[in-house]
């Protein structure tokens, strides 16, 4: 129930002198003989209340937009100088003050996230790759989660899309998945025991394509095979432990911020922070 607020007042002198009070739920009058009178107004603070829980949600919506074109002209974090990282970090840290103490919700984070930046060292050297390597190209970067139906963990999957124009597809060319299993270890923090490493999705260009079996010729079965399998294959290298008892590779990711389309990180031990936006469902 919204709580009551009060207030009291004094007035002069009428030729019928009464106290009266009025409250949200009807209005009562009682009478005496005193030459002044008393009115105790009572209204809902609920009103109040919706406007301040407003002005929050709309000052957050006006705090992120800020992170997001903060990041804007970084690509990614390729090309950050040390002055955007710290308005980038001062504007994150402005983000994650919203809802910071706030356990995860894994409802909320299962899904598709798209990277917007990152100062992790182990991604920006594949931004620095590409922008090197006349040959090689680097697509979108995700963060898949599936723990929808589960309360102390779930399944990560690092995606890149990546390309060899020369031979794939641009951008989309073939996918790059890093899987892992990740336990809740406390509100906020979750613990990543990478799995396996895998390559798939591979889509080879036009001219490949009619390199191995040119348009003009009759595609022959072992030129249709061939084709085949190079749309099915998926190469896949474990990266768990080989000996019993040993703990496979992993490490403690603090997701410091989470709602319907942001999502905030930061990898323990200094690995770097991550800004995601929601995207459309990523199928594997």
């Known amino acids: ?119 992790a060292p182990d991604v920006v050297v594949l931004f620095e790759a590409a922008s090197r390597l006349p040959f090689f190209q680097v697509g979108q970067v995700f963060q898949k989660f599936e723990c929808r139906d589960r309360s102390d963990g779930g399944i990560i999957r690092n995606v890149v899309q990546w390309s060899l124009p020369s031979l794939l597809e641009e951008q989309e060319g073939a996918t790059l998945v890093v899987t892992a299993k990740f336990d809740k270890v406390s509100s906020r923090n979750i613990y990543l025991q990478f799995e396996e490493i895998s390559v798939r999705n591979i889509n080879i260009n036009e001219q490949l394509q009619a390199l191995i079996a040119p348009a003009i010729l009759p595609r022959s079965f072992l030129s249709l095979q061939l084709l085949q399998f190079i749309r099915t294959f998926k190469a896949q290298i474990p990266v768990t432990a080989t000996s019993p008892g040993r703990r496979s590779v992993g490490g403690l990711y603090y997701l410091s911020y989470l709602d319907n389309n942001m999502l905030l990180g930061r990898s323990v031990g200094g690995g770097g922070v991550f800004v995601f936006t929601k995207s459309q469902p990523l199928k594997l």
């Open 1 to 119: 129930m919204d709580r009551i607020a009060s207030a009291t007042f004094s007035c002069p002198a009428i030729s019928m002198s009464r106290v009266c009070r009025v409250n949200p739920f009807g209005l009562n009058i009682n009478t005496n003989h005193r030459k002044r009178f008393s009115c105790h107004i009572a209204v809902t603070s609920g009103e109040t209340t919706a406007r301040v829980v407003v002005d929050n949600e709309l000052d957050l919506e006006h705090k992120k937009h800020d992170l997001l074109r903060a990041v804007q002209d970084t690509q990614r974090g390729l090309t950050a100088t040390s002055d955007q990282r710290s308005i980038i970090e001062e504007a994150l840290v402005t983000v994650e003050g919203f809802n910071g103490g706030e356990e995860i919700d894994l409802v909320k984070l299962d899904g598709t996230w798209r990277l917007q930046y990152t100062s």
